[in-house]
């Protein structure tokens, strides 16, 4: 519980047609946090615009203007960009670098978690189409779903008879996109070129 913080912060609203995030309000936050955590690694959403409720994309869009400030003051630090994707959207395995398998027990902590650290998602604003239930659940589902695309690409045996504990009793797959701090730039490079069109349409 003590290593989640709420920012609570004021573009992340239920509004239909909210504002994109102020730097001072949203993204200095952000980056304040940064620089107590110092992580090397930053896992973020990549949901493409449109996807579900803009809250990931402009979620996305307050965290990579953080990351360029954090980035330009510790150049050093060679960081990682965890980009996943879950409820309203998800990866086609060409699309990912990186893949998680999931234990049993992993699906129960995650479940706790997210009841314990998250309770005003317990009953989404958006809830999904898929599910009539937390997020959680609806996550467990899409990884059971992904970890069987793989078994049906690799076949049962290399997961039942691996000689990796983990692989055998996954019941799981996260997908991942690992990516560089110029990678994750690079990628954001049309979402950028869509935000600032839309800026200069809205006149501002």
């Known amino acids: 519980m003590d290593h989640v913080s709420h920012l609570r912060l004021p573009f992340y609203s239920a509004n239909i047609f909210p504002e994109y995030p102020d730097i001072d309000q949203d993204v200095m936050p952000v980056y304040h946090l940064l620089e107590k955590i110092r992580p090397t690694v930053i896992t ?22 953080a990351i360029d400030r954090y980035v330009a003051a510790h150049p050093e630090m060679n960081i990682r960009i965890w980009g996943y994707r879950n409820i309203w959207s998800n990866y086609e395995i060409h699309e990912i670098n990186t893949i998680i398998p999931v234990s049993l027990n992993s699906f129960a902590v995650l479940h706790n978690m997210f009841n314990s650290c998250f309770l005003s998602q317990k009953s989404a604003s958006f809830p999904s189409y898929e599910l009539d239930g937390t997020f959680s659940e609806l ?6 779903r992904q970890l069987n695309h793989l078994i049906d690409l690799m076949g049962k045996e290399y997961f039942y008879a691996s000689p990796n504990p983990l692989l055998r009793r996954s019941y799981g797959a996260i997908f991942l996109r690992d990516m560089s ?19 200069m349409l809205g006149g501002k």
């Open 181 to 199: 701090y110029k990678e994750f730039t690079d990628y954001l490079v049309p979402v950028r070129r869509l935000l600032k069109a839309k800026e």
């Open 139 to 144: 996550a467990q589902n899409i990884w059971v």
């Open 44 to 65: 973020l959403a990549l949901d493409p615009e449109g996807s579900g409720p803009d809250t990931h994309y402009k979620t996305l869009i307050a965290l990579s203007e």
